[in-house]
């Protein structure tokens, strides 16, 4: 394995409680959970619990940009309509693509279980060669955005957002992203799917 071939994941929890020990943060376990089960190509994370303030989301997401190389970053909590939820302002601002499909999508999904899903401000933006997406904060929320809806026989009614990550990284110049796919199904066009090698 090469280390280049390694996908190097920023993960962002965005509290002002969490970050300041009153309770748990649950978003990064969650989300280290998923992708124990979703990927199969090498991968590490990098963690950062931080509070709702507007210049430390900017920084915090240009250095795991910039310095530490991240090439896809996950962020969770401080995206509703609150005085304090300022994470989609700072990943904008810090943008230099907007990726508005992904908002969508999450908000597409979380609408099958609430209507207040229309509160959602998660926008997904490009950093450079950095993918950005912002996420729910609870786990569920989390889980049913990455993974999407499944009905009785297990098959996709809902496609969830990571469908769609790998290739977005491949078109950016990030590594060669491979799912275990009764997890998430990643989705290329025929032309830009590697065969394994044989062995």
Not at 7 to 25: E, F, K, M, T
Not at 37 to 46: F, I, K, V
Request: glycine fraction near 8%; hydrophobic fraction near 40%.
């Amino acid at each position: 394995m090469n280390i280049d071939d390694t996908l190097i994941i920023g993960l962002a929890s965005i509290s002002d409680r969490a970050s300041q020990g009153v309770y748990r943060d649950e978003g990064i376990p969650a989300l280290e959970d998923f992708f124990t089960r979703a990927l199969t190509s090498p991968w590490r994370t990098l963690t950062r619990l931080i509070p709702d303030e507007q210049p430390v989301i900017e920084a915090t997401l240009k250095e795991l940009a910039d310095d530490q190389g991240c090439h896809l970053i996950l962020t969770t909590g401080g995206t509703g309509p609150a005085p304090r939820d300022v994470t989609p302002e700072a990943t904008t601002a810090v943008a230099t693509k907007m990726m508005p499909g992904f908002g969508e999508q999450m908000r597409q999904i979380s609408l099958n279980f609430v209507p207040t899903a229309i509160l959602s401000r998660q926008v997904a933006v490009i950093r450079n060669r950095t993918l950005i997406i912002n996420l729910p904060g609870q786990p569920k929320s989390i889980r049913e955005t990455l993974e999407g809806l499944r009905d009785a026989e297990g098959r996709h009614t809902v496609h969830g957002i990571f469908a769609a990550v790998p290739y977005c990284i491949d078109l950016i110049g990030g590594p060669y992203i491979v799912t275990a796919e009764a997890v998430v199904k990643a989705f290329r066009p025929k032309s830009a799917i590697r065969q394994k090698a044989a062995g």
